[in-house]
């Protein structure tokens, strides 16, 4: 099993729509990463969290430690939100990747 | 605002020879990494770096790669003999406190 699951895997919306992309993980963190991957490969870091809620422009994420369980919501999205969210979790200073949510939001 | 730089960006090799790719890592952070992730798969850790030595490495980190910090900027990947399989990106980052921060990746091609 792996310890970092996401969903969906893929998600198709339109313009406008909110957006949600979940994910558990079974390891104990120390912090939880969302990470942006556009088609060029590049890696952005969205947020870094380990406890509540953090807000940046239309990007929310939220994390439940005793749930393992986090979740990243887009408002209003856009074709540029397209791309593929990743979650990674930080145990032992070490990274553990999910496997990635690819969105695609059409105009 | 500082940012984690790779060299070069596009990588092509034939199976057998020596790659070096490199990062410059932000200035004062003390931990490094490299990552890999295969087209179409998920990003694997290979290897991470503190203190000039290796502080964890996965499997696939075997005896043909190698990390170096030959000067107080550069942390370099080796791949001694390239095999077709070693073709990915490759990230580098580097971390201060809990955070990592992500370089551009090297897209290596080993035909």
């Known amino acids: 099993k792996n310890e970092v699951e996401q969903s969906p895997q893929n998600l198709t919306a339109q313009e406008g729509e909110f957006i949600t992309i979940n994910c558990s993980y079974s390891v104990g963190i120390s912090a939880l990463h969302w990470l942006q991957q556009h088609p060029g490969g590049g890696i952005v870091s969205l947020f870094m969290l380990s406890s509540g809620k953090k807000k940046h422009g239309r990007l929310i994420a939220t994390i439940n430690i005793q749930e393992k369980h986090s979740s990243l919501h887009i408002t209003a999205s856009h074709p540029r939100d397209s791309a593929v969210y990743i979650c990674?979790?930080?145990?032992?200073?070490?990274?553990?990747w999910g496997a990635g949510t690819k969105l695609i939001i059409k105009p | 605002e500082p940012e984690v730089t790779q060299t070069p960006s596009h990588q092509v090799t034939q199976m057998g020879q020596e790659v070096i790719l490199r990062c410059v890592p932000i200035s004062n952070h003390l931990y490094f990494y490299w990552y890999r992730q295969i087209l179409g798969q998920k990003v694997e850790f290979l290897v991470s770096f503190y203190n000039n030595e290796i502080s964890e490495k996965s499997e696939i980190f075997d005896d043909q790669f190698s990390v170096e910090r030959p000067d107080g900027s550069n942390f370099t990947l080796k791949i001694r003999s390239t095999k077709l399989e070693d073709s990915a990106m490759y990230f580098c980052?580097?971390?201060?406190?809990?955070?990592?921060?992500f370089g551009p990746g090297t897209r290596l091609t080993v035909l």
């Open positions: 980052a580097s971390r201060l406190n809990n955070e990592q921060f």
């Open positions: 990674a979790v930080l145990s032992n200073y070490q990274l553990i």
